[in-house]
């Protein structure tokens, strides 16, 4: 009958301590989801904090059943009239931490509280699906210790809580599970999951499969980062990093688009790349999440990973839609001709335009096409064009108002980004029968000086022109180096004016420019490189190669052994800890050296009895060595004061005056036992 009283009373209540920690360990659980909470869900929470601390002070009760089940329904409600898509993982992750601050209004025993932080670990979790930033595995890491912390308290008696040594035990027992982990990191196959749940706002896109004039231009406002690149061996020149996205063959009242998809390329049917006199140029991408299948590489690629495929137009794209960051291989040749022939379907689609639309630029082109009929000059005339008239490059282009842009942009602003001076381009060699596309992607990019990789960003955003010639194949032509070369060469900020550098975001004028605090940025962005190289990028690929190299061939019996020899490792350095730690304490040096002192003596005969103070067996060791009783009075008075009221100062060489003492007097006692 009392163990039942004591399960139903004191012993399944939660302490005071225990509760603000849990309370605690449940707030940091749940922070790092408010990027994509709403706001009433983060209300909601604050509310159920509050209720529970109030019924934790007697002022109000738990709610009644019909009340949570009121509640439980409305949460239901709540969220599916809140979120787009029933099935995303944006809306399960919201229903759970609605039901997760539920948990706390009707929290009354410890067993419910063992429940909710079994909740946290799994809640935080769930944000690493959504961030998976060095940034926030650190935060993680300490909500991790408080809800351990938090679990220690609950496991303490009411009287014994500390909430500081909680924290304190609970970060000793996350150290201690780091080597396991790692181990199991390293070694523990990368299963892909059986399942795929729709993310729509767990990345961002830059790039989109259709430009108006000028979105480009908003692109060169962020400094986000669109991919990183590692090169094997020398890097190309800036003029030579075009990593091509996608293909924009359709065109339709000012707007370019990517239109129906082309066909895979067969990797068989590929141009045999191996022959010839061009070098490929080998390189590793990891590039950020966009929602999409398509991939950056530089041109004519190859791709080198799984799960990367090739294009009919010589574009890269992944299986799936791209929701965390990806790492894939390529290799590139760069001037390499392809498409030498031009199917009929193929060249309908690169001359297509509607009809009667800019007819000042139908005139321009048809008045150059009599007077230079060949393609290659009549496109050198175009180019010419740009380069002598009064064409501007800019982040703040005019916005164009009229039904026929390309005129209004050719003619009346002529200052543009990137997308307008491909975008006129490509249209203007369709007026004289050439076929031509706009193609999107990214141009540069800036080489972090700490670990030499490559960094594209988002204002590294650009758009040229391909033209088809006859004996050529498709070729690269790009206006914007004729107007503004120095965005090719040397990147965009040494082609912006003024006004448009104060357009910049802050980090990339920072960034942009020089001193401790771009190196810090630097040395910052090179850790998070690393991050993701070897930790958010380690996927199958890799980790084949990373216990190939470890341990020569990898078979299921390698990777068992080095899991149970590194498990064994781990828990090893842990028990030796708990060993080390359960160690009989030292003891007083003073009270060390007397006892040292009496196993010497006692080999000598005089064996101290065990109720024998210091005083009485000084006195008889005295009397065998043929000293007088009375000097075991210094002896005693001074191990008293070093034990008892130690000097501020010199107790060091006290000490040692003691022991010599003691081994005079123990010598004195050895050399009269002999004779």
């Known amino acids: 009958m009392a163990d039942a009283r004591e399960r139903a009373g004191v012993g399944q209540q939660i302490p005071r301590l225990s509760l603000a920690l849990l309370m605690l360990a449940q707030a940091a659980s749940v922070v790092p989801h408010g990027a994509h909470l709403s706001l009433w869900i983060i209300g909601v929470g604050l509310a159920c904090a509050y209720w529970r601390w109030m019924v934790f002070q007697g002022r109000w009760a738990f709610p009644a059943r019909w009340v949570k089940a009121c509640l439980v329904a409305a949460a239901i409600v709540g969220v599916a009239l809140d979120r787009a898509s029933p099935f995303s993982l944006e809306t399960a992750t919201a229903l759970l931490i609605v039901a997760f601050a539920l948990k706390l209004v009707e929290m009354r025993s410890r067993r419910d509280a063992y429940l909710v932080t079994f909740l946290c670990y799994f809640v935080i979790a769930t944000e690493f699906l959504f961030d998976q930033t060095i940034g926030i595995a650190l935060y993680e890491t300490v909500a991790i210790v408080v809800v351990t912390a938090a679990m220690v308290g609950l496991n303490q008696m009411h009287a014994r809580i500390r909430p500081i040594d909680s924290l304190k035990t609970a970060?000793?027992?996350?150290?201690?599970?780091?080597?396991?982990?790692?181990?199991?990191?390293?070694?523990?196959?990368?299963?892909?999951?059986?399942?795929?749940?729709?993310?729509?706002?767990?990345?961002?896109?830059g790039i989109t499969d259709r430009v108006n004039p000028g979105d480009i231009a908003e692109l060169a406002r962020s400094d986000e980062i669109a991919l990183r690149v590692d090169f094997e061996g020398a890097m190309p020149a800036s003029r030579d990093l075009y990593w091509r996205g996608l293909v924009y063959s359709d065109y339709d009242a000012g707007v370019w688009s990517v239109g129906a998809p082309l066909a895979r390329r067969d990797e068989s049917t590929h141009v045999a790349l191996e022959h010839g006199s061009i070098r490929p140029i080998s390189y590793e991408v990891l590039q950020e999440p966009n929602l999409e299948t398509w991939l950056f590489a530089l041109e004519t690629p190859e791709p080198q990973s799984d799960g990367v495929q090739l294009t009919r137009d010589y574009r890269l794209v992944a299986r799936e839609p791209l929701h965390a960051l990806y790492r894939f291989r390529a290799r590139s040749f760069l001037g390499l001709q392809t498409d030498l022939t031009l199917s009929d379907s193929a060249r309908r689609r690169a001359l297509a335009l509607p009809d009667g639309d800019n007819p000042r630029a139908r005139a321009f082109a048809a008045h150059l096409h009599m007077a230079e009929p060949e393609p290659v000059r009549y496109l050198a005339a175009v180019l010419r064009t740009i380069r002598t008239e009064p064409?501007?490059?800019?982040?703040?282009?005019?916005?164009?108002?009229?039904?026929?842009?390309?005129?209004?942009?050719?003619?009346?602003?002529?200052?543009?980004?990137?997308?307008?001076?491909?975008?006129?381009?490509?249209y203007l060699a369709r007026l004289a029968g050439i076929p031509a596309r706009m193609v999107g992607g990214y141009q540069g990019g800036e080489v972090n000086p700490v670990t030499g990789h490559l960094v594209v960003r988002q204002y590294d955003a650009h758009a040229w022109t391909e033209v088809w010639l006859d004996g050529r194949g498709w070729v690269r032509y790009d206006p914007t180096a004729a107007v503004a070369p120095e965005r090719i060469e040397r990147g965009l900020e040494a082609a912006l004016s003024a006004p448009d550098r104060e357009a910049l975001a802050t980090f990339t004028s920072l960034r942009l420019g020089a001193g401790a605090i771009a190196n810090a940025?630097?040395?910052?962005?090179?850790?998070?490189?690393?991050?993701?190289?070897?930790?958010?990028?380690?996927?199958?690929?890799?980790?084949?190669?990373?216990?190939?190299?470890?341990?020569?061939?990898?078979?299921?019996?390698?990777?068992?052994?080095?899991?149970?020899?590194?498990?064994?490792?781990?828990?090893?350095?842990?028990?030796?800890?708990?060993?080390?730690?359960?160690?009989?304490?030292?003891?007083?040096?003073?009270?060390?050296?007397?006892?040292?002192?009496?196993?010497?003596?006692?080999?000598?005969?005089?064996?101290?009895?065990?109720?024998?103070?210091?005083?009485?067996?000084?006195?008889?060791?005295?009397?065998?060595?043929?000293?007088?009783?009375?000097?075991?009075?210094?002896?005693?008075?001074?191990?008293?004061?070093?034990?008892?009221?130690?000097?501020?100062?010199?107790?060091?060489?006290?000490?040692?005056?003691?022991?010599?003492?003691?081994?005079?007097?123990?010598?004195?006692?050895?050399?009269?036992?002999?004779?």
């Open 171 to 205: 970060a000793v027992l996350v150290l201690q599970a780091l080597p396991l982990m790692l181990v199991l990191f390293v070694f523990f196959p990368r299963i892909v999951p059986l399942w795929s749940v729709p993310l729509p706002g767990g990345g961002h896109t």
């Open 391 to 426: 064409y501007r490059y800019t982040l703040k282009p005019p916005r164009l108002e009229s039904n026929d842009p390309i005129d209004e942009f050719w003619f009346d602003t002529r200052a543009g980004f990137c997308s307008h001076f491909a975008g006129a381009f490509a």
């Open 521 to 675: 940025l630097y040395y910052l962005e090179s850790v998070e490189h690393r991050w993701n190289l070897w930790v958010v990028g380690y996927d199958g690929d890799m980790q084949h190669r990373y216990v190939r190299d470890l341990m020569g061939d990898v078979s299921p019996v390698r990777i068992g052994l080095a899991m149970l020899l590194g498990g064994a490792a781990s828990l090893g350095l842990v028990a030796l800890t708990l060993f080390w730690r359960r160690r009989p304490p030292p003891g007083n040096p003073v009270e060390r050296a007397f006892r040292r002192f009496t196993e010497r003596v006692g080999r000598s005969g005089v064996k101290r009895a065990p109720s024998e103070t210091p005083t009485a067996y000084l006195t008889r060791v005295l009397a065998a060595s043929g000293r007088r009783s009375s000097q075991a009075d210094p002896l005693v008075e001074e191990i008293e004061q070093l034990l008892y009221n130690p000097p501020a100062a010199g107790a060091g060489a006290a000490l040692r005056r003691l022991e010599r003492a003691l081994r005079r007097l123990n010598m004195d006692v050895a050399l009269r036992a002999r004779g």
